[in-house]
Structures are given as structure tokens and as C-alpha cells.
């Protein structure tokens, strides 16, 4: 593979483009779109513990979805695959948001318990709603945005339990299918933003592996279009 | 026992800062061969004075009030103190005028390696110099600090700052509309970039892609070609403009390292005209910046051209440390 960007001999970035791939979630699909896209991820598939992965063409780099926009910010890796929840959670990262992937397609949602007025009572007559969830500043954005206060309980495992036990009136989550929301008893009032997969570039490596990166977001056009 | 110190801000020991002493020697003295003799102005200004650069993105960070209840304010750059500077020290001087400065500057920023809340800038200011030659000139000065710094593969990206103002005047798009446009154009949301404008009246599937296609071109001056192709008035000024400083570039023997990016656009609003960022591959984040500020200095009642760059030394430091261990391992 050439390493010169085109047009340039000084600009000599070394070795193959760095790919950040989330696991979790978006693991599966982002390995399809991969496969579409003509990169081999046969290994990523096998049951190895290996985080990195040398191809010739191109290194895949496998992390959390949440730290994806740290590595590429750094310039860790080049170039990346996230959620929108992510970036969005995560917005002073200057990341380069290239392609809508389109998959992992989720709900941002508000969601309390079903046939519950907590949120409204709350609002209401104590002036706050209490929400629990993971994602405070995409929380604390739409709250302000919409004219309410609240106090933002932010936590780490099952959202879902804190308005069973009364921790907090209601939470903003990501939803995929709503099956967790209806067997905890809880139910959608307020939807924030759709979230799918990104495609996300490092500013330099955008700049100086012009050609490699156009490349690359070309073919995973290609690849989400059919 | 514990001291704290503000987040982003350090202390320097001896062993890193005889290297950024090195550094900082280095480039003064590039700067000086070329004409440019150093300044320095107070830390501190009147807040309404560096607000007149750009009261949004230029503004301080950190301001204060003096004794008589005066507001102040930390500077967030050198170009708007320097503009000050000339406009009540040398608003009769024979232009052009050469400047430099090697100084502290302080932002709100998230703290990480190479970039700190209190940081350190170098550059030059090319006051009555018009575009294309004066453009030329810095970028010139620029390729000479990069290799007095010894980053040979630096690589600076050349684009025009008024490119989609005019392009967005064009379409019509104004306002807080325009300003969310160019916001996206400048973090290259193109999702959202694309999601904002397909929703504007007036604005059509195919000046959409446009616009997208345009914040994508950069590479040699086959862009400009490619960006022509695509069309429109103000497309045709700012490639216009590019080639000019490009071929300036030139006639210098100045353009080996100079890429043409149409996608670049300054976080600072003051900026018009060519636009200048420099990255090193060795580190993810943009090594400096810089551009023409034509307008500038009316803001303080000068009417004179000007342009300049501005390197970020911890970070010059950074990549400097990255390409050493990389020829280390190169040699072994």
C-alpha cells in the first residue's frame, strides 16, 4: 500500500489507516459493513482476546464505543465507528463526522414509569423532575432546551431500576427495541434524538491520509447503501 | 502535602524547559532573520478591546475586575493585542510592518497532552501587506520555523475563510441558520451539514451535495480545478484567490508543503481570505494556524492588510519529541 498522500512526498504518515471498531452493540453490524466494505474481519470474529488486529491495508483497533472518540480525537486511530449517543454525549471531541452508517438505530428517549405522574407531580409542584441516566449532557441539552429544570442523577448499570425504587422520576436511555422498557414497567413519554452508527475521522489523519480516508468513506457508502 | 494548581494550567522543570528554550530561541531567530522583530504586550487587556476581534470565539475565558471596577481580561490569542498595538503605536508608520512574539495566551479548553488552558504561542504578524504576496511571505516564514523546529514533514493546508460566507449568501442562508451551517462546516459534521441544509427553502438537493463536496476538496492544485467544475460566482473568487497566494507560493519556491483545503475553516471569526493550518503526522492534533485579517485592524481605526500564523509551542514540542523517537527506531 503507497503511504504518500497524493500530490505531497513530504507528508509521510506510517503504516496501515488505524480503524476504530466498537465492540458491544454496533460489534456485529459494524463487521458486516466492514465485510461489504472489502475489509477482512475473519479474525475479529473468532473468539480471540487480541484488541488490535494488523491487516495489510488497514489496522482494526477494538475498543469501547464510548472511547472511540477519545482514540480518534488523539489521533490513536484515524478513523472510527460510533454511535451518535456517543458524539453526541461526548460533543467538545473534535472528531470529524464523515458518513451515517445507519445501522444500530436507537431511540434517545425519556421514559418513566407506565400510568405514572411522577414526572408531571414532580414538575409540577416541586418545580424539578428528577432524571436518572447515563447520558447527562445529551439530558441536560434537551431539558434546558425545552424549558425545564431538572436534577440529573447520573449512573452507571440498569437505569431502569431508579424509578422503581424511587431513586428518580423518570430516565433518559437509549433504546433499541423498547423490551427492557415494557418488562421493567416503564414506558417512552418523550423522544430526543435517533442514534445510529457513525463514521468518524481524526482532523489530521482527514488532512494527511486524504486519499486513504475518501477511500475508506467511499466504500462504506457503497457498503450501507445496498 | 498538596498544592493545587488551576486544571490546565502546569509547572515546567528543568530538563523540558531547556528544550522549549531551545525551541523558543530557534524560532525568534528564524522570525528575526526574516525581518520580524519581537513584541510583547500585557496578559491582561481591557475586555471590550479583545472583544473587538470576535466577541464570540476571541473573547476571554477568564476575565477579572481591576481596582475601579474596570472589566478585564486574560488574552486568548496575540493577534488582537498586536492589532491594538499597531493601531496606537504605529498608525503612521511606513508599512509593511513586521512583528513576532513568543508569548502566553489562555483558553477554556478540555486539558490534554498539547493542550492546556495556559498556553504558549508563537507567530508573526504581516501588517500592510496585501494577498497574494504578503500571504506568501508568511507562509514562507512559517515553512522556515517548521524546519528550525526540525518537522520536516509538517505539512500546512491552504483554503479560503470567505469560501462559504459568499457560497452561503449565494444559497440565501442567513442568520442563526448560516452560523449553525458553518459551525458544522468547521467540526465537518457532514451528517448534520447535510441534515441542516436539506432542510433550508430555497436550497436544493444538488447545491446541497455541493456545498457537502466543496468542504471535502484538498489535495494539490488539481482541487481547484475540481472545485471550479462544481461552480457558482463565489466558488470561482475564492479559487481565484487561492491559486493567486498558491502561485505566489511558487514564484517563492514555497509550495512544496502547502495543500489546498477548500474544507477549512477558522474557529476565529476575524479571519478572511487565505486560511492556513498546519499539522505534523506524528500527532493527531493541528500544530497552528493562521491567515489573513484584512479587516482587523478598522476595528481599531486602522485601515491596513495584514496576516500572520500562529504556532502552538507545547505541541511543536510534542511533535518534535514523537518524530525524535521515530527516527530512533527508524535507525535501529
Excluded: W
Excluded at chain 1, 137 to 154: N, V
Excluded at chain 1, 167 to 184: C, M, P, Q, S
Excluded at chain 2, 56 to 83: C, H, K, N, Q, W
Amino acid at each position: 500500500m503507497s503511504t504518500e498522500v497524493a500530490g505531497l512526498g513530504r507528508a509521510k504518515p506510517e503504516g496501515p489507516l488505524k480503524l476504530a471498531v466498537p465492540r458491544g452493540a454496533l460489534f456485529g453490524e459494524t463487521l458486516d459493513v466492514l465485510d461489504a466494505a472489502g475489509i477482512d474481519t475473519t479474525e475479529l470474529r473468532g473468539d480471540s482476546r487480541s484488541l488490535i488486529f494488523e491487516g495489510a491495508e488497514i489496522t482494526l483497533v477494538t475498543m469501547r464505543p464510548s472511547d472511540v472518540p477519545t482514540y480518534v480525537e488523539a489521533g490513536a486511530a484515524d478513523v472510527g465507528i460510533t454511535g451518535k449517543d456517543v458524539l453526541l454525549e461526548q460533543a467538545d471531541r473534535r472528531v470529524y463526522e464523515l458518513l451515517d452508517l445507519g445501522f444500530g438505530r436507537c431511540g434517545m428517549v425519556l421514559a418513566g414509569r407506565v400510568g405514572d405522574e411522577k414526572l408531571g407531580e414532580s414538575e409540577r409542584r416541586l418545580g424539578v423532575m428528577r432524571i436518572a441516566t447515563k447520558y447527562p449532557r445529551i439530558a441536560e441539552r434537551y431539558f434546558e432546551e425545552t424549558g425545564r429544570q431538572t436534577e440529573l442523577i447520573e449512573v452507571k448499570g440498569s437505569i431502569e431500576l431508579a424509578p422503581l425504587v424511587g431513586l428518580a422520576d423518570g430516565i433518559v436511555d437509549l433504546v433499541a427495541t423498547g423490551r427492557t422498557l415494557k418488562e421493567n414497567n416503564l414506558e417512552v413519554r418523550e423522544e430526543i434524538v435517533t442514534c445510529t452508527a457513525r463514521f468518524v475521522a481524526n482532523r489530521v489523519a482527514h488532512k494527511l491520509r486524504s486519499t486513504e480516508v475518501d477511500e475508506l468513506t467511499a466504500k462504506l457508502k457503497q457498503a450501507v447503501a445496498r | 502535602m498538596i498544592h493545587p494548581i488551576p486544571p490546565g494550567t502546569r509547572d515546567v522543570l528543568p530538563d523540558e524547559m531547556r528544550e522549549l528554550r531551545r525551541l523558543h530561541a530557534s524560532l525568534i531567530e528564524t522570525f528575526e532573520g526574516f525581518g520580524y522583530g519581537e513584541v510583547a504586550t500585557p496578559a491582561i487587556e481591557y475586555d471590550e478591546v479583545l472583544g473587538r476581534g470576535d466577541g464570540r470565539t476571541a473573547s476571554s475565558a477568564y476575565r477579572l475586575f481591576d481596582e475601579s471596577g474596570e472589566l478585564l481580561a486574560l488574552r486568548s490569542d496575540m493577534t488582537v493585542p498586536i492589532a491594538r498595538l499597531v493601531a496606537s503605536r504605529y498608525a503612521k508608520a511606513e508599512m509593511p510592518l513586521r512583528l513576532c512574539y513568543l508569548a502566553s495566551a489562555f483558553r477554556a479548553v478540555r486539558p490534554q497532552r498539547g493542550q492546556m488552558r495556559e498556553f504558549t504561542q508563537a507567530g508573526v504578524e504581516l501588517i500592510g501587506a496585501p494577498a497574494p504576496n504578503g500571504t506568501a511571505e508568511v507562509v514562507k516564514v512559517l515553512e522556515a520555523a517548521l524546519d528550525s523546529a526540525g518537522l520536516d514533514r509538517a505539512v500546512i493546508g491552504l483554503g479560503d475563510a470567505d469560501l462559504f460566507r459568499q457560497l452561503l449568501a449565494e444559497l440565501g442562508v442567513e442568520g442563526a441558520a448560516r452560523d449553525s451551517i458553518l459551525e458544522r462546516l468547521a467540526m465537518h459534521d457532514l451528517v448534520g451539514l447535510e441534515a441542516e441544509l436539506s432542510e433550508l427553502p430555497g436550497v436544493s438537493d444538488e447545491q446541497c451535495a455541493t456545498c457537502v463536496a466543496l468542504s471535502q476538496l484538498r489535495g494539490g492544485s488539481e482541487v481547484l480545478e475540481q472545485a471550479r467544475a462544481l461552480g457558482g460566482p463565489g466558488v470561482e473568487r475564492a479559487t481565484a484567490r487561492i491559486q493567486e497566494t498558491f502561485e505566489a507560493l511558487q514564484a517563492r519556491g514555497a509550495a512544496d508543503r502547502v495543500r489546498i483545503d477548500l474544507g477549512l475553516l477558522s474557529d476565529l471569526g476575524y479571519y478572511s481570505g487565505a486560511i492556513l493550518e498546519v499539522y505534523d503526522p506524528a500527532i493527531g492534533h493541528v500544530l497552528g494556524g493562521g491567515g489573513r485579517y484584512d479587516a482587523l485592524l478598522q476595528r481599531f481605526g486602522v485601515d491596513q492588510p495584514a496576516a500572520g500564523f500562529a504556532l502552538y509551542l507545547e505541541r511543536v514540542h510534542v511533535a518534535q519529541m514523537e518524530e525524535d523517537s521515530r527516527r530512533r527506531e527508524g535507525a535501529s
